[in-house]
């Protein structure tokens, strides 16, 4: 049976600093059964994006601090999430379709929020299959994708970096990155990541978190991983 609803629980972050406009888009979309977050500038949007993860972002182009071209380019240079561009009636929609800086769609104020909210759907529908083939976890700046075994490090408008990790040293790193924050006793992360080794010992999981450590440090990853004092280790969101 199909969802009746797919777009529900769907987070939409809304980058928008007219707050009247904002709050019409938030009232259409929540009653359409997605969540919302809003940023009222560049800089906010780009730290809900990295935190929140949102399913597709609806992203007005003047804004303060960062302007929305500026903050589609730091997305674009590290995600695939759906955007849409709010663009003022003739000011930049031809130096944005000029660029083609990988927006979704765009649409221009004045507009329907109704229309907004289909072209969301219709946005998020076309992507959703692409989409769920890509399993990456993101815990700060690092992106494991769990479905091709790749590791990377994208900084702050820089390419992503891959590194280079084994098997085991994967198994670790996704699943401590599934709860970022938690302490994990290293007798769970042996239990689970290194099951295969029967020999592995508790000083194993230093071991192999010691490497990681480097290689991630290496790709100017640093501060990820933090000891826990008589329990074993937590990998920290930063
Ligand atoms: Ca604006």
């Known amino acids: ?92 929609l031809e130096k944005l379709l000029a660029l083609n800086m990988g927006a979704d769609d765009y649409v221009v104020k004045p507009f329907n929020p109704l229309e907004v909210v ?19 976890i993101r815990v700060g700046d690092l992106e494991i994708d769990t479905s091709a075994y790749i590791v990377s490090v994208s900084a702050f408008g820089k390419v992503a970096t891959q590194i280079d990790v084994t098997a085991t040293e994967f198994r670790i790193l996704s699943h401590m990155a599934q709860a970022p924050q938690k302490a994990y006793a290293r007798s769970e992360i042996l239990d ?18 010691s490497k990681l450590r480097r290689k991630l440090e290496d790709a100017g990853a640093t501060g990820y991983f933090e000891s826990v004092r008589g329990v074993g280790y937590r990998l920290k969101s930063r």
């Open 1 to 92: 049976m199909t969802n009746p609803n797919p777009d529900e629980n769907r987070l939409v972050l809304i980058v928008e600093d007219e707050p009247q406009i904002c709050e019409i888009l938030m009232t259409y979309f929540e009653r359409e059964g997605f969540r919302t977050v809003t940023a009222r500038d560049g800089e906010l949007a780009l730290m809900h994006h990295r935190s929140l993860r949102p399913d597709i972002v609806i992203l007005d182009i003047n804004l303060p601090k960062r302007d929305g071209q500026s903050v589609l380019a730091e997305i674009r240079s590290r995600s695939q999430t759906p955007i849409i561009m709010v663009t003022a009636l003739g000011q930049d």
């Open 118 to 136: 289909a072209r969301a759907k219709t946005v998020l529908r076309r992507t959703s299959g692409s989409m769920n083939q890509i399993e990456a």
């Open 192 to 209: 689970t990541c290194l099951s295969e080794d029967s020999d592995a010992l508790e000083r194993t999981v230093d071991s192999h978190i």
